[in-house]
């Protein structure tokens, strides 16, 4: 992973734990979370494409957010109540 990404990724994260500290339970979509990354998201397949990795499937990005991944709404729950 390039560090652009990685830096994009790791600020997306703080950002999300400090909203899921406020609000307890944050949902994020899981084409947000490929956007944020710098990639393209596929629905159909769930997976996000970024320059550094092609065809990441969404519940592997949000497992790495310490999240669950609802696959027939397509988000990643991060935080507490989960």
Known sequence: MNSTVMIRSM???VAVMSFAGCAGNTQLSAA???A???GTYSAQAQTC???AQTARKAADM???HNGYYDASA???QVGRGQ
Do not use: E
């Open 32 to 34: 947000s979370m490929c």
């Open 49 to 51: 494409d970024t320059p």
């Open 36 to 38: 944020s990354a710098g």
């Open 11 to 13: 600020l997306a994260v």
């Open 74 to 76: 397509q988000v990643c």
């Open 62 to 64: 949000c497992q790495a």
